[in-house]
């Protein structure tokens, strides 16, 4: 199972926070765009290490680079943070299922399911 998604990187101003957040939805083909979107990304968990938008962003683009150690390693610390966030637990699923860890990819598998 690979995982794809639609290039999409949008700034915006959280009205009750007025923070400015980045999103990524997934792909445009261009390393150079995705590697940028990498750089403001990892910027954006150095300032805040629980962003679960750039985990998830961060996770998302790993994938389509197939690292699949770091794609885990976002996964898994979003995961600690909220558990329930189904998205991070299909994106491991399928970085584990890269590295051709079937034990743990039928794991998160099966919590999707349930």
């Known amino acids: 199972m690979r995982v794809f998604f639609n290039f999409t990187?949008?700034?915006s101003k959280q009205p009750h926070t007025g923070k400015h957040i980045a999103s990524f939805d997934g792909?445009?083909?261009?390393?150079?765009?995705?590697?940028?979107?990498?750089?403001?990304?990892t910027s954006a968990l150095e300032l805040d290490t629980s962003s679960e938008i750039a985990l998830i962003s961060l996770a998302r683009l790993y994938i389509l680079d197939k690292k699949a150690e770091d794609c885990e390693k976002?996964?898994?610390?979003?995961?600690?943070?909220?558990?329930?966030?189904?998205?991070a637990s299909v994106i491991l699923a399928d970085a584990l299922?890269?590295?051709?860890?079937?034990?743990?990819?039928?794991f998160h598998f099966t919590q999707l399911l349930k």
Do not use: W
């Not at 792909?27 to 990304?41: P, R, V």
């Not at 976002?74 to 998205?87: D, V």
């Not at 299922?97 to 039928?106: F, R």
């Open 9 to 11: 990187l949008v700034f």
């Open 27 to 41: 792909s445009s083909g261009d390393k150079k765009q995705n590697a940028q979107a990498c750089e403001y990304f």
């Open 74 to 87: 976002m996964c898994r610390t979003l995961l600690r943070i909220n558990p329930t966030h189904r998205q």
């Open 97 to 106: 299922s890269m590295k051709n860890d079937a034990t743990q990819d039928v």
